[in-house]
């Protein structure tokens, strides 16, 4: 026999399996060693003792080979008398789906959780990257709360009726000038009569919405002409409203400040009294939709987390390798559904709540993960203790527009604890705008409507968010160490008058990093080209300089104290070092690597509005 020809044929019969590169050439050597080439593995000649004494131990891999000749079938009894052995998910998967033997519940749920013991055991280079709450949570070295704690904050996602009710008050809301009419100087008397008429007309508008889109349900909704025995469909919609906002803080970015506004003064008893009903409910979270159903045993469930991960492409996995962990994830699902179904909980209830929680490992890639590549990026190219003259992260009051004076290693601690808080906060989001909503829509939590200097504005303390603020701050500082700066956070005062604008300064933090990476991730693709490189190297100095030279002005001057007419509204407070990169980011169209950002596709911060 050539033992070459006949491995190569073997190597080519097994491809069709999808198998490891590694473990191609490894079975392809040990069967055709054994004298078995690709017409036996295509019968049904073989069998597992002969595939275990080839050497190929792991139950998955011998199935696989098996189906190759269609040697498992329902009726045979070796499947049946097969030694139990630990079980990939997607191995397990194709041995139900090529043997045709039905699984029973049990079983097949035993099958799933032995996943991740499996990828335990199997080199690192095996693993799936992914992210979710509590994994990233650990590498990040933090103080992880659990995802069933997570789940109490966790929106559950919009059903396909909510989708229709969302355009209702999106609608409403767009066509509204709620604060425009509601938020002006005047006596309380007058301010309180106004928002009556204003929330009666968004009512009124939402109903007629309803009416031409749904004819039977709206003229159900208007048959009395009377807004509070609709109590239950204005508390749906406006939630909703909000839970959308939750989930996507880049939509509704202007309606969600009128929803928000008018609902503060919806919870007002004068106005409950005169409107006759309460338009504010709580947000539907994951917690609540399962605990309503008798199911939140679901959320202490161990395999919670390869259901809710997000799968990410790192561009180094194979195709077979992602294939692989959305196999494995789906299964996951598909179990954990199974095993906590009632007659309370639906199979499809429990999908929702495992897609709502998955969203939120997703949100998670696309605001905490930007802030931990920026960290990244300052530990990789500066050091705290050394520094090249002209990448020197020192900043001197007065010089560049900075109000603050630090020599290098210090300005390189501020940068990189800001950061560190930054990360805090993006990683529990979701908690905290939960917990601003609860503070603005507290009906004894009252606000007063004062100029603040950029306008008049709600002026409203914020308790939960200053509670859950200095639990993160203190995390911080646990963490990063000695603390530079002040540790002020500034809340229902002149600079950030209530929890909303805490919210709002706080969900731009990716908005303002995920520029400068795509810049510094592209600037290798843009020397590609002999022209631009040639512009690289002549005006600074090559690609490595280039970044170094983009990553020391942001690090340095996004955060200098600067962008307020005084030290205490910018300066080193927790607030006005955001308030400081948003004022380095209004200077980038005159820095000298501008043209760098443009030819990597930047158009700007701050999005659609939309």
């Known amino acids: 026999m050539d033992l070459e020809k006949t491995k190569k044929g073997i190597y080519d019969l097994l491809k069709t399996l999808q198998l490891e590169e590694k473990e191609l050439d490894e079975f392809s050597t040990a069967l055709a060693t054994h004298e078995i080439d690709a017409s036996i593995l295509s019968s049904k000649l073989l069998n597992h003792d002969l595939l275990k004494e ?63 013991e499996e990828d335990s055991e199997s080199e690192p280079e095996d693993e799936m990257e992914v992210s979710s709450p509590s994994r990233k949570a650990k590498k990040l070295d933090q ?75 709206g003229k159900r909704l208007i048959a009395d002409r009377d807004f509070e025995h609709n109590e239950d469909f204005f508390q749906t919609v406006f939630e909703i409203g ?61 395999w919670l987390e390869t259901a809710t991960m997000a799968i990410v492409d790192d561009k180094k996995k194979k195709r077979s390798e992602i294939q692989r962990e959305i196999k494995n994830k789906e299964a996951a699902v598909e179990a954990l559904a199974e095993k906590y179904a009632s007659q309370y909980l639906t199979k499809s209830d429990i999908k929702l709540c495992l897609r709502s929680m998955g969203d939120n490992a997703s949100f998670l890639i696309g605001t905490r993960d930007p802030v931990e590549s920026m960290l990244n990026l300052l530990q990789t190219y500066f050091k705290p203790d050394d520094y090249e003259k002209e990448f020197s992260l020192a900043i001197s009051y007065g010089q560049g527009g900075a109000r603050l004076s630090h020599d290098h ?48 504005n709600r002026v409203q303390q914020a308790p939960s968010i200053g509670n859950a603020m200095s639990q993160l701050l203190s995390r911080t500082k646990k963490y990063a160490g000695d603390w530079v700066g002040s540790s002020v956070v500034h809340l229902g005062d002149h600079n950030v008058p209530n929890a909303l604008m805490f919210i709002d300064k706080y969900t731009q933090v990716p908005r303002i990093i995920n520029p400068i990476l795509i810049t510094i991730q592209q600037i290798d693709e843009i020397v590609k080209d002999e022209g631009l490189k040639r512009y690289v190297q002549s005006t600074f100095g090559g690609p490595e300089v280039l970044k170094k030279t983009i990553l020391a002005d942001f690090f340095k001057h996004a955060f200098d104290g600067s962008g307020a007419d005084n030290f205490y509204d910018a300066g080193s407070c927790i607030d006005g070092r955001l308030t400081s990169a948003w004022n380095w980011c209004e200077k980038l169209g005159k820095k000298a690597y501008y043209p760098i950002f443009k030819l990597s596709g930047f158009s700007g911060f701050d999005g659609d509005f939309r």
């Open 409 to 456: 290693s210090r300005q390189y601690a501020y940068a990189l604890q800001s950061l560190l808080l930054w990360r805090e906060i993006t990683n529990d989001m979701f908690r905290l705008w939960i917990l601003a909503e609860k503070d603005l829509l507290d009906s004894h939590n009252r606000y007063k409507l004062q100029n603040t200097g950029q306008g008049m």
């Open 143 to 217: 103080l992880s709360t659990s995802l069933g704690e997570r789940a109490k904050f966790i929106p559950v996602r919009l059903s396909d009726k909510e989708k229709h009710q969302l355009k209702l008050v999106e609608a409403a809301l767009n066509v509204s000038d709620y604060t425009g009419t509601v938020d002006v100087l005047g006596g309380p008397t007058k301010r309180l009569n106004r928002s009556h008429e204003q929330l009666k007309e968004i009512c009124a508008i939402l109903s007629g919405l309803l009416v031409a889109s749904d004819y039977a349900e």
């Open 54 to 116: 080839v050497g190929i131990k792991k139950l998955g891999h011998r199935l696989k080979i098996l189906s190759l000749g269609k040697a498992i079938t329902k009726e045979e009894e070796d499947f049946n008398e097969a030694p139990k052995e630990t079980l990939s998910l997607d191995e397990a998967l194709k041995d139900r789906e090529e043997s045709g033997r039905k699984l029973g519940k049990e079983e097949e749920n035993e099958l799933i959780l032995a996943l991740d």
């Open 242 to 302: 909000r839970r959308h906002k939750i989930m996507n803080p880049e939509k509704m970015r202007t309606e969600y400040g009128k929803l928000v506004y008018l609902l503060m003064d919806s919870s007002l008893p004068e106005i409950m009294d005169l409107m006759g009903f309460s338009a504010i409910k709580p947000v539907i979270t994951v917690y609540s939709y399962l605990e309503e159903r008798k199911g939140t045993a679901l959320l202490q469930d161990k």
